[in-house]
């Protein structure tokens, strides 16, 4: 596990460097949070001002749902150290792992990462955070890439427990696996993923909210009742069972005629079911009710797999307030 006395610096004060500054203070980390940009005096003590009150204000708002009471906000903030931009070498030399959170600008990221590698200590871990830019694209305005890797939070940083981490051709197993314990610490679930444009989930959201588009485009149904389709029908089932679980909960059979059934009825290719699926139908392999698919059943207590699972299911149903009470009458007239 990591030392809990790691010091973390975050480069970048904007919405991401925020969000990141208070998963870690609020998990009892020592966090600098750095505006790298060049600002007159006015400039800098505007963004500082901005910067603390918007992870107060997030601070607040957890407090009035009961996530905190309200008299550890200031504990919790008080961790944040503030730095402009000529601090810099003060607010890194000491860090143990420094996140790049500045805009989405190549040239903005290389000056970023050449400042950081003059001041950083040897030891330290370098992150980025970009979601457009590849790892490797990255590393080499990196001192030493063996130590840098990316992570990729997802908005609103502070809320959503996920955080794809991409190591370079160059990241040093160790740092891999110290990043993860660390995000792991501070109750954020991190997923490994290779160095491939749109990482994981950009890449589905990117094809759902474009299918989502044509739905409308298409007068398939109003916009109100396509949303209300995907949160109901999609969202639910894909909160307690992966994508790729769910083909072999359903049979990857199923998936492989309804995407022939979709191609050729909206004569459309985009449809078409990639090769493994295809090639998985070949040999049988189609999910659970075969003993293979994504997953390997054989090992599997399966009817104990599907009561857990539908406990999730049944449970989440019930906080959203889905589930209804049975009628109490002996008949319906």
Sequence with gaps: MMDEQWTVSVIGAGRMGRGIAHVFAYSGYKVHLVDIKQRNEDGKQQIKKEALQEIESNMTFLSSVNVLDENQISVITDRIFFHHAEELEKAVMNADIIFE?????????????????RYANDAAILASTTSTFLVDEIAQFVERPERFLNTHWLNPAYLIPLVEVSPSEKTDEKVLQQTRELLEAVGKVPVTCAASPGFIVPRLQALTMNEAARLAEEGVASVEEIDKAARVGFGLRF??????EFVDWGGGDIL?????????????DRFSPPDVISENMKSGDIGMKSGKGFYDFNEVNVTEYQKQTIVKF??????????RPPATSKSII
Excluded at 239 to 244: I, P
Excluded at 314 to 323: A, K, Q, R, T
């Design 314 to 323: 049944v449970d989440l149903l019930n906080h959203l307030g889905f589930i």
């Design 256 to 268: 492989y005629y309804a995407s022939h059934y979709l191609k050729d009825s909206l004569n459309d």
């Design 101 to 117: 959170a500045v805009p989405e600008v190549i040239d903005v990221k290389k000056d970023a990462f050449q400042k950081v590698s």
């Design 239 to 244: 909160a307690v069972l992966g994508l790729l």
